[in-house]
């Protein structure tokens, strides 16, 4: 079983913080100072071009959830913290994996992926890269599958997550586990 899927000690944040050079290293600076385990970690510009967001899989074992999010919330860059709680949130990863694939068993690997509704985006006289994205188990499921085939390499993204919409008026849901925002007052202004 791969180590990914989903477990009850992993909880996911969504940072908001501002989009400037060093931000990232503070944030991680942070969890290796308090000896924190990230589980899963991706960084992307949002949809405003002044602010990053930080989705961090944070394993609760190494420290109290509260604990990590307190600490998050002291750091200047950072705008707001959520924890998206798993029944509240659409999360999501990408897997590319570069199979053995010989002309025997290719045809299964092709339909493989195609049953995950995954692309193949490279081939070679025998082997494949695959890409497939979707929610952490199912890329589990899959690399379980495709493991028996003979995996020459495999790079998962890290989870990215936001609130599920609440279909009545397409807002994130109000149980969508929302820690609140930071406050600093030096922004203030």
Do not use: C
């Not at 999501?92 to 985006?121: C, M």
């Not at 979707?134 to 499921?141: E, I, M, R, S, W």
């Amino acid at each position: 079983m791969s180590p990914y899927g989903t477990d009850r000690r992993h909880h996911t944040l969504t940072v908001l913080v501002e989009n400037k050079a060093g931000v990232l290293a503070r944030v991680a600076g942070l969890f290796s100072r308090r000896g924190y385990n990230i589980f899963s970690l991706a960084v992307a510009p949002s949809d405003d071009e002044r602010f990053s967001r930080i989705t961090i899989v944070v394993d609760v074992e190494s420290a109290p959830l509260d604990q990590i999010v307190k600490q998050l919330d002291k750091l200047i860059p950072v705008v707001s913290i959520t924890e998206l709680a798993p029944a509240a949130a659409r999360v999501r990863e990408l897997l590319l994996a570069t199979v053995e694939a010989a002309p025997d068993t290719r045809g299964q690997i092709i339909q493989l992926v195609g049953v995950f509704e995954g692309k193949i985006i490279d081939v070679g006289p025998d082997r494949l890269t695959v890409m497939l994205a979707g929610a952490p188990t199912k890329l589990d499921d899959f690399e379980d599958l495709i493991r028996g085939y003979g995996i020459v390499e495999l790079q998962r993204t890290g989870r990215v997550a936001l609130p599920m919409l609440d279909r009545s008026d397409q807002r994130p849901r109000a149980g969508a586990g929302v820690t609140g925002p930071a406050h600093h007052p030096e922004k203030a202004g």
